[in-house]
């Protein structure tokens, strides 16, 4: 491979050189913004919300679809953020099937 001459017109600074990341489709990715990497840090997905959760994945992924959890789903990804999963724990009724209030 040829290597460009540093009076090129596109030719990058020495020790310059760009770190490219591709997505799933192999799309180039940009690196996030400063404010977007605090938000990405907030970003779960159901694996990592099942442990926090201490439930199955199948079990986040089916709160997800019914929208007892909010998140959206990326391709074959579920995610949610780290606040959403925090909440629900806060908010969950226990394990099991309710109970009847009104009695037998």
Do not use: C, F, N
Not at 24 to 30: P, S
Not at 32 to 60: K, Y
Not at 75 to 89: M, P, Q
């Amino acid at each position: 491979m040829k290597r460009r001459s540093p009076e090129h017109p596109h030719a990058r600074p020495k020790g310059s050189a760009k770190h490219v990341q591709h997505g799933a489709a192999g799309e180039r990715l940009r690196p996030p913004a400063p404010g977007e990497a605090a938000i990405l840090d907030e970003v779960v997905d159901a694996s990592e919300a099942a442990s926090m959760l201490g439930v199955t994945r199948q079990h986040v992924v089916l709160l997800l679809q019914r929208g007892r959890l909010p998140g959206k789903r990326l391709t074959a990804t579920w995610i949610t953020t780290r606040r959403a999963v925090e909440d629900y724990a806060l908010h969950r009724r226990g394990p099991g099937r309710p109970t009847r209030s009104d009695g037998p």
